[in-house]
């Protein structure tokens, strides 16, 4: 069992960055592959960004959609059970709940992720 908390959402200007937390619970963080999705209203969640599992090493690979490649970043403190994104150049389009993902492989469908954080609300004024 994991229980994700995020943290760092909030209210910025277009052209603004944030950067979202996302603290895991349990001794088994670096198996886990670790993501963030997202969901506007009235749309469906869609995914953002994720990490594969990186396991003993530091080393991991990262990967983006593509609405949000060069602007967003993604990484991973196994030591700190943490997973971050940092997101630049926000656009008002990003507005949305962002939640974090842990899954035992990497994906970017809603459907395959195991455990959920509680979400954080962004949101990008014009």
């Known amino acids: 069992q994991v229980q994700l908390v995020e943290s760092g959402g909030g209210l910025v200007q277009a052209g603004g960055s944030l950067r979202l937390s996302c603290a895991a619970s349990?001794?088994?963080?670096?198996?886990?592959?670790m993501g963030w999705f997202r969901q506007a209203p009235g749309k469906e969640r869609e995914f953002v960004a994720t990490t594969n599992w990186s396991g003993d090493s530091t080393y991991y690979s990262t990967y983006y959609a593509d609405s949000v490649k060069g602007r967003f970043t993604i990484s991973r403190d196994n030591a700190k059970n943490t997973v971050y994104l940092q997101m630049n150049s926000l656009k008002p389009e990003d507005t949305a709940v962002y939640y974090c993902?842990?899954?035992?492989?990497?994906?970017?469908?809603?459907?395959?992720?195991?455990?959920w954080g509680q979400g954080t609300q962004v949101t990008v004024s014009s």
């Open positions: 993902a842990a899954t035992y492989l990497r994906t970017d469908t809603p459907n395959d992720v195991n455990y």
């Open positions: 349990g001794r088994t963080f670096s198996r886990y592959a």
